[in-house]
């Protein structure tokens, strides 16, 4: 018999560290640019523009040629190979946009365009706020639907409580995953990685339920038990039917993953870390924040309590 | 067995409706043309931008301070927009208003975005101005009530080049404008009978009274007609004009085409400015239409997979049921018809892992019911009455973040938000009916008048 529930120690200290990124780079991020999080220009405004050239460049080179013509605040990456480059700066017209195709054609020969995207910054504080509101509708609604699916379980509030650390648990996680990814690969949070999100939120909120469901089940099916016991016994009985439903996910995001070119990978890899994380909480830290709080302690103590109390979640 | 058969027949009645709407083969009228006006296009899979390559702009009503939006005035501005991208000879172009004072537009195709976009936006505002006795001649810049700061504007984009003084001879002086462009419903240049080029103009049944009132009590006076604070003509008027007029003069054919359309084209109520632009090289459409081809195949190829290992004959029931779940998806696709973005087919993918995962649910429960000692039939009916609440519920969550994406994505023209998150829901909405009725039908047919001790039924559902 696996203990999952007993060494809840070890998940929580696992889900800690994983949510740790997060937490450091938007305190550092709050700090020092006033922003938590490194948004993209779908939030922010600007211009990213990815050309290819006939030879390879160095992507400090390119920016300079930006800097010369006045776009200081220009930051250069290459992308799949040397000669194709993506330049970040601020939102230009066609015209300003000509000029710096002739600067970059005069330095580095022929330039192709690939991919052009230029947004005006009060859109982008628009967009903002309604992928603010986005988020909090989902939530809301997330959440009505919690309350609803457990409105005939004896400690609703309890339920519902752990669901959601569950769910915020999966998001952390998440940004820490693309927090780690900014500063190594310079990936930004743009209207895709929001859709990730969402995603995430809607789709592993149910491995919680499912689990919760079962263990409200069984807490009535076996009365004598303690509360961990049974939630560990509920866990297990639950983890071949997640486990199946999530693989055959994960199946499709991996194979988008490695074959579905660099445009989506940013997309599907949030979602993959979400799924994850999604599973992981479900089986790991869901059902153990409510054996927590029936033991009024977030960390297992080893002095097993009687039999009879508990079933205090039944009662 | 009866009621069993018939689902049968109705499942594969419908799966090979759903493959005939997705072979490439010739469909009759009724099912290709969506609305009546437009012609005919073979039934096939709309791609989007990222897809195909091409630009897609986002315009902005930019109105001087003071000045209110006026009703309908940006559904007038997004026709317009509509006919100056078929003006460009963009095939398939969609133009669509986005809340109250913005338009996109999606420009398949298009190689060079900037040139578009100066041909949609360089035709702008157009005004009838009264010159008030100032001598206004085709090619100066003027400032008009609706545009204050033209010669200003003008001023400081040449900066660095040298502003030719002539065109603005009357830098202060801000011109009246009488009328804006949406009195003219059309304007074409034409010969008149002695071969001399000219324009013809006509009024729209609100601007004719405004243009007679107007052209009545300035009769022999010039009105200078102003595109962006650009001085087009300032023709003389003769006689008043209610419904029809023309404007002659010392034209050569060239000069009286480009003056018509952009008096036609031109007659924008707003001026609009471009808050977002996006592109993407049809070279990286192509290649991101190969790869999630590819990526589709192998993904879809995994599960297919896992279910037969897994759950063997059940696995391969479920199987079927998603080769026809997919063949529905891509039937509705066309139909629709649904624009297919790279993040639409994400999602639909996804929407393939998640199918697989009803079936995943009603199978456990079909073992447990079986290894509690049920008849397989029975089995069969209590795993699916069983499963049905958490299929529902897993299914109600993601609905509802698919609801929250789509009315976001739809509010900012954000088309891959907004294909993903339709395409996904679509896909759960389907998975339901495939798991409920296809694969249901597939089990009973299998299963029904077998026995608890069938060593056929223990086999085919391993339990």
């Known amino acids: 018999m696996y203990h999952i ?3 809840r120690n070890i998940w929580f200290t696992i889900s800690v560290v994983l949510m740790i990124p997060a937490i450091i780079y938007m305190a550092w991020s709050g700090i020092t640019r006033g922003q938590l999080l490194p948004l993209s220009i779908d939030y922010t405004g600007g211009s990213v523009w990815e050309v290819s050239f006939d030879q390879a460049v160095q992507p400090a080179a390119v920016r300079q040629v930006f800097v010369d013509a006045g776009y200081s605040d220009t930051t250069v990456f290459t992308v799949n190979d040397n000669s194709t480059v993506q330049i970040k700066f601020k939102p230009v017209d066609g015209d300003q946009k000509e000029a710096l195709r002739l600067a970059l054609e005069s330095n580095f020969g022929p330039v192709e365009e690939v991919t052009y995207r230029s947004l005006g910054p009060t859109i982008g504080r628009e967009v903002s706020q309604a992928a603010f509101f986005a988020v909090a509708a989902a939530s809301l609604l997330i959440m009505l639907y919690i309350a609803w ?6 400690h609703p509030f309890r339920y519902g409580v752990a669901a959601i650390a569950a769910l915020v648990h999966d998001v952390i996680v998440t940004l820490s995953f ?15 990685t929001l859709t990730a999100i969402l995603t995430v939120i809607g789709y592993s909120v149910n491995d919680t339920v499912v689990v919760f469901d079962r263990l409200r089940e069984n807490l009535h099916r076996y009365r004598g038990e303690t509360f961990s016991v049974v939630a560990n016994r509920s866990i297990i009985e639950t983890a071949t039917r997640s486990i199946g439903t999530q693989i055959t996910v994960l199946l499709i995001l991996v194979a988008i993953l490695v074959l579905g070119g660099a445009t989506l990978q940013q997309f599907v890899a949030t979602m993959l870390v ?9 089986v790991f830290n869901a059902a153990q924040i409510l054996a927590a709080w029936d033991e009024r302690s977030i960390f297992h103590r080893n002095n097993k309590r009687p039999a009879a109390q508990g079933t205090v979640a039944t009662a | 067995m009866r009621n069993t058969t018939i689902s049968l027949i109705v499942v594969a009645i419908l799966a090979a409706l759903a493959l005939y709407v997705v072979l490439p083969l010739p469909h009759p009228d009724w099912l290709v043309r969506s609305d009546l006006s437009a012609k005919p296009t073979p039934l096939e899979l709309k791609l989007g931008l990222d897809l195909q390559g091409g630009t897609q702009v986002m315009l902005e009503a930019d109105l001087p301070e003071g000045r209110e939006l006026q009703p309908g005035a940006m559904d007038t501005a997004k026709n317009i927009v509509e006919r100056r991208v078929n003006g460009l000879g963009v095939s398939e172009a969609v133009v669509q208003s986005q809340g109250d004072n913005r338009i996109t537009a999606e420009l ?8 578009a976009i100066e041909t949609i936006r360089s035709t702008g505002q157009l005004e009838f101005v009264d010159p008030q006795g100032a001598t206004l001649r085709s090619g100066m810049i003027i400032n008009t009530t609706n545009k204050p700061t033209a010669v200003q504007d003008y001023l400081s984009n040449t900066e660095n080049g040298s502003p030719d003084p002539a065109l603005t001879p009357y830098p202060d002086q801000v011109f009246t404008t009488a009328m804006t462009g949406d009195v003219l419903s059309t304007a074409i240049s034409r010969q008149d009978q002695f071969g001399q080029w000219e324009i013809g103009f006509e009024l729209t049944g609100d601007g004719a009274d405004q243009f007679y009132n107007y052209t009545s009590a300035h009769i022999g006076q010039p009105m200078a007609i102003v595109l962006d604070g650009v001085v087009l003509s300032a023709p003389v008027i003769n006689a008043a004009i209610r419904d029809q007029g023309v404007i002659t003069g010392q034209f050569d054919e060239q000069e009286a085409s480009s003056l018509a359309i952009q008096m036609r084209y031109g007659a924008l109520p707003v001026p609009l400015k471009v808050v977002d632009v996006r592109s993407i090289s049809a070279t990286l459409g192509e290649d991101s239409v190969r790869r999630s081809v590819v990526a589709g195949l192998v993904g879809m190829g995994a599960v297919f997979l896992f279910m037969v290992l897994m759950y063997r004959v059940p696995g391969l029931l479920a199987d079927l049921a998603l080769v026809i779940y997919v063949l529905f998806n891509l039937a509705i696709y066309k139909i629709v018809p649904v624009t297919l973005t790279l993040a639409g087919i994400t999602g639909f993918l996804l929407s393939v892992g998640m199918a697989v995962d009803a079936n995943i649910l009603i199978f456990e429960r079909l073992k447990e019911e079986l290894r509690a000692g049920r008849s397989p ?12 609440p958490a299929i529902f519920d897993s299914n109600l969550t993601t609905l509802i973040s698919c609801a929250v994406l789509y009315v976001f994505g739809n509010q900012y023209g954000a088309s891959i938000v907004k294909g993903y998150a339709l395409t996904l829901g679509l896909g759960v909405i389907l998975s339901m009916f495939t798991a409920f ?9 299998l299963l029904g008048n077998r026995s608890q001790r069938d060593k056929a039924a223990q086999a085919i559902v391993g339990y």
């Open chain 2, 108 to 115: 398949p195709g298009v190689s060079n975005p900037d040139q």
């Open chain 2, 377 to 388: 039939r029975l089995a069969v009916e209590a795993g699916f009455s069983r499963a049905w």
């Open chain 1, 5 to 7: 529930v007993e060494k």
């Open chain 1, 178 to 192: 693309l927090c780690i990814m900014n500063l190594v690969a310079g990936w930004e949070l743009d209207a895709l």
């Open chain 1, 274 to 282: 979400g799924f994850v994380s999604g599973m992981y909480s479900s």
């Open chain 2, 437 to 445: 009725v296809v694969t249901r039908t597939f089990m009973r047919a």
């Open chain 1, 149 to 154: 699916a457990f409105r005939s379980v004896p």
